[in-house]
């Protein structure tokens, strides 16, 4: 629930202003130029395609194995640090951004106090560029407020820092994960949903890579630390990031469905933060009753679970049931997401741009 409270209150990483994000991301499918698609930091959108979709559970099997292959035949006590070091540093990122995002609302003159600007002159032989390197007082206090944990993580590796870092990586994955439509979203979510019956009831490579990588890529929740060894239940971030890009979907879903009724350039910022969610709301109730069942299934039979088994089916045939009840299933899946409109949109901007050039 804080993952997604979180996400859902944050805009898409393309979003340059204060605004809401819904109302952001609507004014850009208006765009018509290239400099404008340019100037909304809309120049790097990248979406998965069905193809994608098809191919992301072999991809995360290439993956899985191979980590199982390396823990196999390779001592874990000398990979655990190279991983415990890399997701550290990138735990410091993306909790950085987290940070800065949620003080921006108290402090953001920060972000114009420049501390240090030095230009660095990059010459690698096959690779020559010059980079300025920027250092905001707001960066300095969010870098300060994101090495607490993620040092006391390094040390430690105990299960509540381990839990702070893995919500940020679950923010960080939402965002950067876009899918278009819902066709795209159904095939990922299904596709996963036998890749993750696969590798746990079939095989113990999930179970054993889960166990073996010293890293915060699973959230950690205590069953009894009296025990030697302690107890812990653990849920993957996969769990979380997966449907969570789902979820969003839907969110943007009920928003832009407000916003084809208003008016295109008169957006009422009040009335979008009144929009109502239903697809949204229903779509979370799936999957909290899924991550329910999920450790209920594996408290009563001692075993580790799949959690899209149950999650999936709780996020898919929720919205479905929605759908049908309100006569909106056609609607639901001749959706396209804002993001992508305006890439299409930019692809269209540019062939237009080039043909009166010519």
């Not at 560029?129 to 300095?140: A, F, G, K, Y």
């Not at 009335?271 to 009753?289: E, L």
Request: include cysteine.
């Amino acid at each position: 629930y804080i993952v997604f409270f979180l996400m859902i209150r944050r805009p898409p990483r393309s979003t340059q202003s204060r605004s809401s994000a819904a109302s952001d991301v609507y004014k850009r499918q208006h765009l018509t130029s290239p400099k404008r698609l340019k100037e909304e930091g809309i120049e790097n959108i990248e979406s998965m395609t069905t193809k994608d979709a098809y191919m992301f559970p072999v991809y995360g099997s290439a993956v899985l194995f191979g980590l199982y292959l390396v823990f196999k035949f390779i001592d874990k006590s000398l990979l655990n640090p190279l991983f415990t070091l890399y997701f550290t540093f990138l735990a410091v990122i993306c909790l950085m951004n987290m940070f800065e995002y949620h003080l921006e609302s108290f402090i953001g003159g920060w972000k114009k106090i420049i501390v240090l600007q030095k230009k660095l002159n990059i010459n690698l032989g096959f690779y020559k560029n010059t980079e300025t390197i920027t250092i905001s007082q707001m960066n300095v206090l969010t870098l300060a407020l994101a090495l607490v944990p993620s040092l006391a993580y390094l040390f430690n590796k105990n299960w509540f820092t381990n839990n702070i870092i893995g919500i940020a990586f679950s923010i960080s994955g939402i965002q950067t994960l876009v899918i278009p439509n819902f066709k795209v979203g159904f095939i990922i979510l299904w596709g996963l949903f036998f890749y993750d019956i696969f590798w746990v009831y079939g095989t113990d490579v999930m179970l054993t890579v889960a166990k073996s990588v010293e890293a915060p890529i699973k959230l950690m929740f205590p069953v009894d630390l009296t025990a030697t060894p302690p107890q812990i239940s653990m849920l993957g971030l996969g769990d979380i990031v997966v449907p969570g890009i789902f979820v969003a979907l839907c969110l943007k879903y009920d928003f832009d469905r407000y916003l084809q009724n208003k008016e295109k350039q008169n957006i009422d910022e009040k009335a979008i933060k009144n929009v109502k969610t239903p697809y949204f709301n229903i779509c979370m109730i799936g999957y909290m009753i899924g991550i329910a069942v999920t450790f209920w299934v594996m408290i009563i039979f001692q075993h580790a679970q799949p959690a899209l088994l149950y999650l999936v089916p709780g996020c898919t045939f929720s919205i479905l049931i929605l759908a049908q009840k309100n006569n909106e299933v056609k609607q639901l899946f001749q959706y396209e997401e804002a993001n992508s409109k305006a890439k299409t949109l930019k692809e269209k901007a540019e062939a237009e741009g080039k043909q009166d050039k010519q």
